[in-house]
């Protein structure tokens, strides 16, 4: 069956703009994560794991978009004139060495990302029995997207056609388990979190709440679910569209995991602001903790609060 959709020249060309869109976004986001997980922290108090991983998709996301610039270069520049059917022929071509590389450093990503997904779920949840499933499913995401990869190598007869029930299966597989495993993950944790929330609403003393964790982690998951059943889509309707997909989800994995790092973080420095504030409560000197922050010398001797009960000095 042949293939529909925009020519794959335009889609290279078309994917790798948007690519560069988005992974400009996701450098910016990438510099406030490492703000929110390294300001006013000492060494020890900073998360060790969500630095690494940052780094990590930083890095995965920079080697596919260098890879796909070299990939457009080739095709439509270097080999435009000298490949076997033109452009059009070299980006269908995947046994390409660009188009191999570039699938196996998506494969590393989408594991990477859904590996802390379901991290975060057990360090929530502190029971092995939830994750069982999202975990049987990543080990599935590796199988399947090792074995897209061999494929896409071996391929010899169906070299320019990725819908081939060779690669096909491969790759339907991967987005599938792909989905299930975050959608399955994300839920548990957003459910969880949401079940702490209401637990602990009634007895509240203050006003700080999980939700928009909650919501963060909702929105993180909505994103990066959507993205894949696209190119789901695409690609069991044999849609050029999918390449397009496929180059927009490598940041997009990237963007989800640093929305919900830098929420997290924002809540953990906000409760320990407030912890602070409070303890200087108790002990009688709220004035003194906040002049410490501002770089202008006030002299206030005394401060009285009065209202229709109470008099009460600070």
């Keep these: 069956m042949a293939s529909r959709g925009i020519p794959l020249d335009t889609a290279a060309i078309f994917s790798t703009a948007m690519e560069g869109i988005l992974y400009g976004f996701s450098v910016l986001m990438f510099v406030g994560t490492m703000w929110a997980l390294t300001y006013k922290r000492r060494m020890k108090d900073i998360s060790r794991p969500n ?25 439509l520049v270097t080999y435009r004139n000298t490949f076997p059917g033109g452009p059009v022929a070299f980006f269908a071509d995947v046994t390409q060495i660009t188009f191999m590389v570039k699938n196996t450093i998506y494969t590393l990503q ?13 360090v929530v949840w502190r029971s092995v029995w939830v994750i069982i499933v999202p975990s049987l499913l990543w080990l599935g995401i590796i199988v399947c997207g090792s074995g897209a990869v061999y494929s896409l190598s071996q391929a010899t007869t169906d070299a320019e056609n990725i ?9 339907k597989a991967f987005y599938s388990m792909t989905l299930a495993s975050n959608s399955l993950a994300s839920g548990f944790l957003a ?30 998951a909505i994103l990066y679910s959507v993205t894949l059943l696209s190119g789901l889509v695409c690609f069991v309707e044999d ?7 496929l180059d ?19 809540k953990t ?37 009065q209202d229709n009960d109470s008099t009460s000095s600070y």
């Design 51 to 75: 630095v690494v991983v940052a780094c990590m998709l930083l890095i995965l996301s920079t080697a596919h978009m260098i890879v796909d610039i070299i990939r457009v270069e080739q095709g």
């Design 110 to 122: 989408t594991m990477l990302g859904d590996a802390m997904v379901i991290y975060r779920c057990y």
């Design 163 to 171: 819908f081939a029930q060779s690669t096909g299966q491969w790759i």
């Design 191 to 220: 459910y969880r979190m949401w079940r702490m929330e209401c637990n602990i609403s009634a007895n509240r003393v203050t006003k700080n709440s999980m939700m928009p964790i909650v919501r963060v982690l909702a929105d993180a």
């Design 239 to 245: 849609n050029n569209g999918q390449y397009v997909i």
């Design 248 to 266: 927009m989800t490598m940041p997009i994995i990237s963007i989800a995991f640093y929305m919900v790092i830098i929420r997290m973080a924002m």
């Design 269 to 305: 420095a906000s409760h320990s602001y407030l912890s602070a504030v409070r303890v200087d409560k108790e002990r009688g000197t709220p004035q003194q903790y906040h002049m410490k922050c501002v770089p202008v010398e006030v002299h206030i001797s005394r401060i009285t609060h």
